[in-house]
């Protein structure tokens, strides 16, 4: 059974960029989550997808979007990067939404200089 | 929405202890997870655990979701165990996320 996997793990980008980090979800899992976790903190939900359909949306601007594909992987995209966009961004996935368990990648740690 | 509070924030302990982290939570929860998170980042399993105990190994949990508060234990606490713990609730009313506590951070020395 293949776990959470999140690309890149680190990345450095520069204020008003743009970036893209990936996730691939446990097998048979179809909801897909991402978090935004600041140094020292507790994760804080971003949005959630399920089926390829976003079903839930956490208190972010709309600069943060995703995409769900046809097999479960998922995208996020933040635009016009911030300095406190930096953080460490997680993906979880599940087979029942947030009802059930839950598993996490490793994450993706964003540094905006 | 439904707060999540951890305590200790903070606890040291010396190889071989006991400890317990205890999860307060203000409102009915659906689902409630303990993740240990490791110095890499990565934010482990423990327990799925929205009520009643369970047990691994050296750990175990326990909900009482009446009373609104989760606790895990750990006993014979060693040096890989330490980092952050975090327990995380499902809102029973707004069913699309996790609410993560502020954690405990625990340190082992040996």
């Known amino acids: 059974e293949t776990g959470v996997t999140q690309s890149p793990t680190h990345l450095i980008k520069t204020r008003g960029q743009q970036v893209t980090l990936r996730c691939s979800s446990q097998?048979?899992?179809?909801?897909v989550s991402w978090y935004q976790q600041a140094l020292g903190q507790g994760p804080q939900f971003i949005f959630q997808?399920?089926?390829?359909?976003?079903?839930g949306r956490g208190n972010f601007p709309p600069r943060f979007s995703g995409l769900q594909f046809p097999n479960y992987s998922s995208e996020l995209n933040v635009n016009a990067l911030e300095l406190d966009d930096s953080a460490l961004y997680l993906c979880?996935?599940?087979?029942?939404?947030?009802?059930?368990?839950?598993?996490f990648g490793e994450g993706s740690r964003l540094t905006v200089l | 929405g439904i707060q999540v509070e951890q305590s200790p924030p903070d606890l040291i302990l010396q190889e071989g202890a006991n400890s317990t982290l205890r999860c307060n939570f203000s409102?009915?929860?659906?689902?409630l997870q303990w993740f240990h998170q490791n110095p890499w980042g990565q934010l482990i399993n423990l327990f799925y655990?929205?009520?009643g105990t369970k047990q691994n190994g050296r750990l175990s949990a326990t909900t009482v979701a009446t009373e609104r508060y989760s606790l895990l234990y750990i006993s014979s606490s060693q040096t890989t165990d330490s980092g952050v713990y975090f327990c995380?609730?499902?809102?029973?009313?707004?069913?699309?996320?996790?609410?993560f506590g502020t954690g405990t951070r625990l340190q082992v020395f040996p």
């Open positions: 997808y399920y089926r390829e359909e976003e079903n």
């Open positions: 655990i929205p009520s």
């Open positions: 097998s048979g899992h179809n909801t």
């Open positions: 409102d009915s929860v659906n689902n």
């Open positions: 979880a996935s599940s087979l029942t939404g947030v009802t059930g368990e839950l598993f």
């Open positions: 995380a609730v499902g809102d029973f009313y707004n069913t699309d996320k996790l609410i």
